[in-house]
């Protein structure tokens, strides 16, 4: 899967010890981090008069370390400090800094440039009353907000907020991603996210959903090589429509419909037919659940078939039990409502309880909202980068549901299927623009495509 890697902080602990391990020290990375804030500060705000809170952990010593490099290059710069540092890399950064560095207090004067150095995955608890007063104080004032690997205030693995935040309009991460980078509530106040190379290895069990890589044309290839997605209809036939001409715009190579009554307004190419043969071995993939309600028969057809399946909406709720996706081959595309009717109040965080609804089912799971994440039972998860918020509007599930369907049915497996999915979802979203409804967003899937 392409797309940035994103550690949880115990991962990224790991990862920085086999770092240190492997011959590089501390200060080395805290270097490498100090210097590419730096730079990215001078890249995205100029040489403008610039101030940065420092914490007493390594977040602060990335902070002093970009301040030195700043300071170099003729950057006007502040240093105020809540601590004296308290790691021995945070506090030999400090010592490596010539300048003054100031206590953080009421008397403190904003800066054009404003850098957030105070906590990063090291935070736990909310700030203290004081230093939260002068952060938004200070953030407020400032023309630019930068927060150094992630905004103080932030719960790193969970993107929770411990209170109100600044909105920050950048963020630079060191050597991955953070999950709360794209969680929500934490995600739009990061601002964009630039991802600083601290010679850190990764790994990729996590990732920010990229670009996605289709399978060519086949120049020999007809209809059912490209691929067959057999969608069956229920009490909504809107629904299951969107969700066919979805997957047709998303280059399947045939897409019908079992109904028992035509559906109105449907492109001539998807063909509408009122039997249902699921054992048919040039279905590429089923896509049940749109707009299906209370038909549960439906669902129990799907299920017996032996193709792939994306499985939508009402089919979610008609599951009852995860345990019957079970060598389903399932994607399953729930919002919060039929997450929790299918997998009842999970603990943890948003990733924790899909990789866990995914595990129990078996299913790829698409969990979606604001902040869309896609997991798979061997523990990959596939965090959305931030999707347009005019996407919440009646019928885009249908037009995800569709999508998936159609990347299954052109041969990707079911996890990377469905990353594609919401990637393309998410994009087709920006380009089919704020006054979009469903219907559009189905037409703009092309464009999207043209985007690969
Ligand atoms: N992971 C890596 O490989 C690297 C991480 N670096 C930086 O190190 C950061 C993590 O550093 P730390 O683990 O030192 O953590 P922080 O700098 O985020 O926090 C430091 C300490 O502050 C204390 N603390 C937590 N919440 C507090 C609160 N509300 N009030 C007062 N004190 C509080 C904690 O005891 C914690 O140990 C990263 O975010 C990143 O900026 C870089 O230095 C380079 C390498
Ligand atoms: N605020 C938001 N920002 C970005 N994407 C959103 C937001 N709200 C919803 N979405 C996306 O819109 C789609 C809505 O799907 P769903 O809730 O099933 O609606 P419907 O059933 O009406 O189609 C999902 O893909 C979801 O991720
Ligand atoms: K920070």
């Known amino acids: 899967m392409s797309g940035r890697p994103i550690l949880a902080t115990q991962a990224m602990r790991a990862a920085e010890q086999a770092a240190i391990d492997g011959g590089t020290p501390i200060e080395t990375l805290m270097e490498r981090a100090g210097a590419a804030l730096a730079e990215a500060i001078i890249r995205y705000a100029g040489p403008q008069p610039t101030l940065l809170l420092c914490g007493p952990g390594n977040n602060g010593g990335d902070g002093y370390v970009a301040a030195r490099h700043l300071a170099g290059r003729g950057v006007p710069v502040r240093v105020a400090a809540i601590a004296e540092p308290t790691t021995d890399a945070a506090k030999a950064a400090r010592a490596a800094y010539e300048g003054a560095v100031e206590p953080l207090g009421d008397s403190m004067a904003p800066a054009k440039v404003m850098v957030d150095c105070l906590f990063g995955t090291g935070l736990k608890r909310p700030l203290d009353g004081d230093v939260h007063a002068q952060l938004v104080r200070l953030g407020e004032a400032a023309g630019l907000r930068i927060a150094c690997d992630l905004p103080s205030g932030v719960d790193s693995d969970s993107g929770a907020l411990f209170g109100p935040v600044p909105n920050f309009d950048m963020t630079v991460a060191f050597g991955a991603l953070k999950p709360a980078h794209?969680?929500?509530?934490?995600?739009?106040?990061?601002?964009?996210?630039?991802?600083?190379?601290?010679?850190?290895?990764?790994?990729?069990?996590?990732?920010?959903?990229?670009?996605?890589?289709?399978?060519?044309?086949?120049?020999?290839?007809?209809?059912?090589?490209?691929?067959?997605?057999?969608?069956?209809?229920?009490?909504?036939?809107?629904?299951?429509?969107?969700?066919?001409?979805?997957?047709?715009?998303?280059?399947?190579?045939?897409?019908?419909?079992?109904?028992?009554?035509?559906?109105?307004?449907?492109?001539?190419?998807?063909?509408?037919?009122?039997?249902?043969?699921?054992?048919?071995?040039?279905?590429?993939?089923?896509?049940?659940?749109?707009?299906?309600?209370?038909?549960?028969?439906?669902?129990?057809?799907?299920?017996?078939?032996?193709?792939?399946?994306?499985?939508?909406?009402?089919?979610?709720?008609?599951?009852?039990?995860?345990?019957?996706?079970?060598?389903?081959?399932?994607?399953?595309?729930?919002?919060?409502?039929?997450?929790?009717?299918?997998?009842?109040?999970?603990?943890?965080?948003?990733?924790?309880?899909?990789?866990?609804?995914?595990?129990?089912?078996?299913?790829?799971?698409?969990?979606?909202?604001?902040?869309?994440?896609?997991?798979?039972?061997?523990?990959?998860?596939?965090?959305?980068?931030?999707?347009?918020?005019?996407?919440?509007?009646?019928?885009?599930?249908?037009?995800?549901?569709?999508?998936?369907?159609?990347?299954?049915?052109?041969?990707?497996?079911?996890?990377?299927?469905?990353?594609?999915?919401?990637?393309?979802?998410?994009?087709?979203?920006?380009?089919?623009?704020?006054?979009?409804?469903?219907?559009?967003l189905a037409a703009a899937i092309p464009s999207a495509l043209d985007l690969l």
Request: charged share 20%; proline share 8%.
């Open 182 to 440: 794209r969680l929500m509530p934490a995600m739009p106040a990061c601002g964009r996210v630039v991802l600083a190379d601290i010679g850190i290895d990764t790994g990729t069990d996590w990732v920010e959903i990229g670009p996605p890589q289709l399978p060519g044309l086949d120049p020999a290839g007809h209809k059912y090589t490209r691929g067959l997605v057999h969608c069956l209809a229920g009490k909504m036939p809107g629904a299951i429509a969107l969700a066919a001409m979805a997957a047709a715009r998303s280059g399947a190579g045939y897409v019908r419909i079992s109904t028992s009554r035509p559906i109105d307004g449907l492109p001539a190419a998807i063909a509408q037919i009122d039997t249902a043969d699921m054992s048919d071995e040039r279905i590429g993939c089923i896509l049940v659940g749109s707009g299906m309600g209370d038909i549960p028969q439906v669902l129990t057809l799907a299920l017996t078939s032996k193709a792939p399946k994306v499985i939508d909406a009402d089919g979610i709720g008609a599951l009852g039990e995860p345990e019957r996706l079970k060598g389903q081959n399932a994607i399953i595309t729930p919002h919060a409502g039929e997450f929790e009717t299918l997998f009842g109040t999970l603990p943890g965080n948003k990733v924790e309880q899909a990789l866990e609804a995914s595990r129990r089912s078996g299913a790829v799971v698409i969990y979606k909202g604001p902040d869309t994440l896609v997991a798979s039972p061997d523990g990959r998860a596939g965090f959305a980068p931030p999707a347009p918020a005019w996407l919440a509007s009646a019928g885009t599930g249908d037009v995800l549901a569709g999508i998936a369907a159609a990347m299954v049915a052109r041969g990707l497996p079911a996890f990377e299927a469905a990353c594609a999915s919401v990637w393309l979802h998410g994009r087709a979203g920006e380009l089919a623009g704020p006054h979009m409804v469903a219907d559009d």
